[in-house]
């Protein structure tokens, strides 16, 4: 089945050729750790960075040895785990399909295509290739043997021919370092392909000290310095997953953070910030089905949009499913933080963690901040006894109605209750977070909506007006698009006399001559500059750049989701995680109501 160089049609070597000499090695080596490299399948393979692929290959050499029978190893900012006996990887704090996993050894190679560092070949394939490499054959043939003659012009002379199992693939060695593998092609053609060995054989590339190849993608595995828990609003049951949005935001955050905006630690990637999707929605059965019995037919489109979205806001200022949806949230946050500091012990030295918060989600989170105050732990993770949450249910009842009664009295504790009681017509028993949060970030929300509906009001003299309304010990940003219908401004419920207009975020431009240009024109265009922002505890509302469109109500359309996706957004909710800012109302506000001895983590780090 294989080849003999050397050998003419009539089975005697050629006389004409002259004496050939074979290399002197016998023993190819084998492939060194930083040779290997591991990818997976995302619309096509794409590799993980080196520190992921040098830890999955060293996993891989443990498993080979017998050290170990399965092993898991996590990648890509401990965000997925990939299993290396079944070659999968998953999500480790969501739920998603499973893409395969492949440890690339050989690959096809371009020359004149440098945008592409080498396609892996499939492993069986590789493999096949690697046995054949790494027997060295060649050598068991006479000295004085010469290369096999081409048969025709085009063809050219090789050392050594070995068919392959896979595929009806040929290995085509003509030289040690130069193979190729030939391929059935149109009507009978072969179609020859370059391949090479090794990762940096195809990508031509030095790996330094550290491991890291020049000119490779930004790698997620500095520390987590901050943790932003990301919560979707309505239509998680309409295939609007919240870990895409994530991934899109991720993204843009990774291109802030390299342009060197937030600092010299995040551009070289030894600090990051991590987003961690929240899933609240998508378990919930909160009405057995009964909706969808009571749905009639026609426009069922429609009627499956409007039930998979609209209904949700209807379910949160219902008695009965609104527990559901603030247990669901709490317990889904809490169980993501315990799993991120299991992953990360050393985030729990300095723990700094903000949220980032769209539509209805805003809502629910502002509710469960404002209420962490009276807040208590989760009974199921003491007891696991669902009598003891309808005892507590019952006396915070009693409770709110002893402080209503109270309240007509008493102006002091009309205003030190307005906040609870805003929520008086629906009694709901609140979990204590795990941690302290010190960003909301809102963004397309409607929470000066639903407080409005609660009896908040924007006359300074009510009780129910003021900052007092706010979660303690918690800055909270109101991010908004112009035109964007589900957003409400929060300022006019906070101050006497509340700003006309939303502050005006900062664009974020990358240094390019055309932006240059843009920022010279629009010289005269407020602007908010990012640290004037953080310097100034006074504004709540902020609004995105957006151009004047020819038709308004068309940009509503997509206004309420383009978040994700916008630099602008995505550099604004960075830099309060970020950068040093005192916040001199806020520290105040703490201090005139907080009880006990502030902690560390309750007061913003200067």
């Known amino acids: 089945a294989v080849s003999a160089p050397g050998v003419g049609a009539s089975g005697a070597p050629p006389s004409s050729t002259p004496a050939f000499q074979w290399p002197a090695l016998s023993v190819i080596p084998a492939l060194d750790e930083r040779d290997v490299r591991w990818y997976f399948d995302v619309k096509g393979w794409k590799p993980f960075c080196t520190h992921d692929s040098l830890n999955l290959e060293r996993a891989y050499r443990r498993m080979q040895e017998g050290a170990e029978e399965t092993v898991t190893v996590a990648v890509r900012g401990c965000l997925y785990d990939v299993d290396i006996a079944k070659r999968i990887c998953t999500p480790a704090y969501w739920t998603d399909t499973a893409v395969p996993v492949l440890r690339g050894t050989w690959f096809f190679f371009k020359p004149n295509d440098r945008s592409q560092f080498g396609t892996p070949c499939q492993e069986d394939l590789a493999e096949e290739i690697e046995a054949v490499h790494c027997c060295a054959p060649w050598t068991t043939l006479p000295a004085d043997t010469a290369p096999a003659a081409a048969k025709t012009a085009k063809e050219k002379a090789y050392l050594y021919r070995a068919p392959l199992k896979t595929k009806q693939y040929v290995a085509v060695w003509h030289d040690i370092n130069k193979v190729s593998v030939e391929s059935p092609g149109v009507l009978g053609s072969l179609t020859s392909q370059r391949i090479v060995r090794g990762y940096r054989g195809a990508r031509g590339d030095i790996v330094d000290s550290e491991g890291t190849l020049g000119g490779e993608a930004f790698c997620a595995c500095g520390h987590v310095t901050q943790l932003v828990f990301v919560v979707h609003g309505i239509g998680q049951l309409q295939e609007m997953d919240i870990h895409i949005s994530t991934d899109v935001v991720r993204q843009r955050s990774s291109v802030v953070c390299e342009s060197g905006k937030l600092g010299e630690k995040y551009r070289t990637g030894h600090s990051r910030i991590e987003f961690i999707p929240v899933q609240w929605r998508s378990h919930l059965l909160l009405d057995s089905g009964t909706v969808e019995d009571i749905t009639p037919t026609g426009v069922e489109k429609l009627r499956q949009g409007v039930n998979t979205t609209l209904v949700d806001i209807l379910y949160f200022t219902s008695q009965k499913f609104a527990q559901q949806i603030i247990d669901s949230i709490t317990n889904e946050i809490n169980r993501l933080y315990a799993m991120f500091c299991q992953r990360h012990p050393y985030f729990l030295e300095q723990p700094h963690i903000s949220m980032l918060a769209h539509s209805l989600g805003s809502v629910i989170c502002f509710d469960v901040l404002t209420h962490q105050a009276d807040a208590m732990t989760t009974p199921s993770d003491q007891h696991g006894d669902a009598q003891l949450r309808q005892e507590m249910l019952r006396l915070q009842t009693q409770l709110e109605r002893l402080r209503g009664r109270l309240a007509g009295g008493a102006v002091e504790d009309m205003e030190d209750t307005a906040a609870a009681r805003l929520a008086s017509d629906i009694h709901l028993v609140y979990s204590k977070l795990s941690f ?161 001895p502030l902690s560390r983590s309750c007061i913003p780090r200067s």
């Open 436 to 596: 302290q949060v010190e960003n909301l970030f809102c963004i397309g929300s409607p929470v000066a909506l639903f407080l409005t509906m609660k009896g908040a009001s924007s006359n300074p003299e009510s009780v129910c007006h003021g900052k007092k309304l706010l979660p303690l010990g918690t800055r909270v940003f109101n991010i908004m698009h112009p035109f964007d219908p589900i957003a409400y401004r929060l300022e006019p419920l906070l101050h006497a006399k509340p700003y006309k207009e939303p502050e005006l975020i900062a664009l974020y431009r990358q240094d390019t001559l055309g932006n240059r240009m843009q920022a010279f024109f629009q010289s005269r265009k407020k602007e908010v500059v990012a640290e004037e922002i953080l310097d100034d505890g006074s504004r709540f509302d902020f609004v995105l750049n957006a151009d004047t469109p020819i038709n308004q109500y068309l940009a509503a359309v997509s206004a309420h989701s383009c978040y994700w996706a916008s630099f602008d957004c995505v550099q604004f909710v960075l830099l309060p995680s970020c950068c040093a800012w005192p916040v001199p109302w806020l520290q105040m506000h703490l201090l005139a109501r907080c009880t006990t």
